[in-house]
Antibody, heavy 122, light 113 residues
């Protein structure tokens, strides 16, 4: 059974930094692209970033480009999101999601974590 | 960016009746080389992460009840629930994964009439 468990969320001041983690199990982690998707309170889904299984390719939403960095450690089956220069509009539940087909980066998400809440406020 | 627009924003249907949700993309998500539509549907219940229902526009995810079906091609897509059950109350999202940034529709809230 696929399991994705996020951690690292919390309250941070505008301009601050936070690092999210997503611990994965139940599948061959290095074979699948992994993504971060966020959902502001009471709002819809917004894709944030995707990294290929090898870690060699990345995509970012324009809203986070230059501020957020996605990475992964395939030896630890863990995905990360380093978030710098945080803004109030980054407040959201951040979920990691597994790509639905081996090797594909542009792909649907077949498993999601429960998410971790990031609140940016002074 | 491809804009995904769902209609309606909310929908109330009686138990056992058909529910239909539409999703329109601002450009085609049909990839000509493999004839696949890069379109997925998700269901999200309160306090839960989204759950994949349909991918490639019409392929039902394993374990999803067959009352859920997806159809359409190019720019116009539909999610149909053939006989609404109480547990289907949720928000439904479409998503295109044809190009980056991957984008979602705004969501359709489905309730019981």
């Amino acid at each position: 059974e696929v399991q994705l468990l996020e951690s690292g969320g919390g309250l941070v001041q505008p301009g601050g930094s936070l690092r999210l983690s997503c611990a994965a199990s139940g599948f061959t982690f290095s074979s699948y692209a992994m993504s971060w998707v966020r959902q502001a309170p009471g709002k819809g889904l917004e894709w944030v970033s995707t990294m290929s299984g090898s870690g060699g390719s990345t995509y970012y939403a324009d809203s986070v480009k230059g501020r957020f960095t996605i990475s992964r450690d395939n030896s630890k089956n863990t995905l990360y999101l380093q978030m710098n220069s945080l803004r109030a509009e980054d407040t959201a539940v951040y979920s990691c999601a597994k790509g639905g087909e081996m090797g594909a980066m542009l792909v649907y998400f077949d498993s999601w974590g429960q998410g971790t809440l990031v609140t940016v406020s002074s | 960016d491809i804009v995904m627009t769902q209609s309606p924003d909310s929908l109330a249907v009686s138990l056992g009746e058909r529910a239909t949700i539409n999703c329109k993309s601002s450009q085609s998500v049909l990839y000509s080389s493999n004839k696949k539509n890069y379109l997925a549907w998700y269901q999200q219940k309160p306090g839960q992460p989204p759950k994949l229902l349909i991918y490639w526009a019409s392929t039902r995810e394993f374990g999803v009840p067959d009352r859920f079906s997806g159809s359409g091609s190019g720019t116009d897509f539909t999610l149909t629930i053939s006989s609404l059950q109480a547990e289907d109350v949720a928000v439904y999202y479409c998503q295109q994964y044809y190009s980056t940034p991957q984008t979602f529709g705004q969501g359709t809230k489905l309730e019981i009439k």
